[in-house]
């Protein structure tokens, strides 16, 4: 018997093509029960305040780029979205006169239009809200070099490879609408994965690449980059995959409650914990990685029942 047909779109997987009785189960969870959904490999935290929150995960990147070395280089991969860590990071190695000339940095993803990666004049690219928000404001005597800052928008393999070359200590992510992190969308719905999504074991065999994108996740990103216009969002996107993603020590992703809705962010985290990897839900297969951490900022765990507005 097929999957059911998604409700948002039906050529296309995503989280509405569930079995029911998961989706129930996730939407029940109060606050308590997310803490406790913590076990071995998987770690639920929250966060009391916005500010506390945003801190935190500066200090994934000071922590990272503070044990890189010359000799034994490491470094972190972060997203765009959220943002509000970045000038946070900048201010706290300027203000500590940190040394971080020998860290290194991973942008995860890049839009793409026309089959070519957008420049940094586009208004929407991750590399420029990148280097405005953290890298430029570094003091220039503190800062890493350029080629210690590695974006997926020119030669993908070598991208790649550098994470065999250099350790991954934390790759860092939000969670979209369609449960993805980077841009690593639910799969169409087409030829031989018609019937059933990809096995878990398929999709993670995906690496860094061009990707189309779902269009919760094209409008997602018009509402939160865009101010809902829509014809700005490319279509495409490349991204850092499955593959680099498990070469990671630790994947830490962050909820402050305005890229996905509560109950996605509860969905994500019951299916993590309960290890039901599915590539419907592509942040599920995190299940199967060994150290991932789920970061709540209290006030976005809001409730899932219906509030008429």
């Keep these: 018997m097929s999957r059911p047909i998604s409700k948002v779109a039906h050529e296309w997987w995503d989280y509405t093509t569930l079995p029911p009785d998961i989706l129930k189960d996730a939407a029940q969870l109060t606050p308590k029960d997310l803490l406790q959904l913590s076990r071995p490999g998987f770690r639920v935290v929250i966060y009391d305040t916005l500010e506390e929150f945003y801190l935190a995960e500066a200090l994934e990147y000071i922590e990272a780029w503070k044990r890189s070395t010359a000799d034994n280089p490491a470094g972190i991969c972060g997203p765009i979205g959220p943002t509000e860590q970045l000038p946070l990071v900048a201010r706290i190695v300027n203000s500590l006169r940190l040394d971080v000339r020998d860290a290194h940095f991973w942008g995860m993803d890049e839009w793409v239009e026309n089959g070519k990666p957008v420049s940094t004049d586009h208004p929407l690219s991750f590399a420029k809200a990148d280097l405005e928000l953290c890298f430029n404001r570094i003091d220039k005597k503190l800062r890493m070099p350029q080629s210690h800052i590695r974006f997926p928008s020119g ?28 841009f690593n969308d639910p799969p169409k719905r087409e030829g031989r994965y018609r019937n059933e999504p990809p096995p878990p074991s398929e ?87 060994p150290n991932v951490q789920f970061n709540y900022f209290r006030g976005a765990i809001g409730v899932v029942q219906c509030e008429m507005h």
């Excluded at 498990?246 to 890229?259: D, F, N, Q």
Aim: net charge positive; hydrophobic share 35%.
């Design 203 to 289: 999709y993670r065999k995906l690496k860094t690449r061009v990707t189309d994108l779902h269009p919760m996740t094209i409008i997602q990103n018009a509402r939160t980059s865009g101010g809902g216009y829509v014809p700005l969002v490319p279509g495409q996107a490349a991204t850092v995959g499955p593959v680099e993603t498990w070469k990671a020590e630790k994947v830490s992703i962050w909820h402050p409650g305005h890229h996905d809705n509560p109950f996605g962010m509860r969905l994500t985290a019951l299916m993590i914990s309960k290890r039901i990897p599915d590539s419907s839900v592509p942040m599920s297969l995190l299940a199967d990685h």
């Design 155 to 182: 030669d993908l393999d070598a991208y790649s490879r550098s994470y065999d070359q250099i350790r991954c200590l934390i790759m860092q992510g939000g969670q979209g609408e369609v449960k993805h992190w980077a």
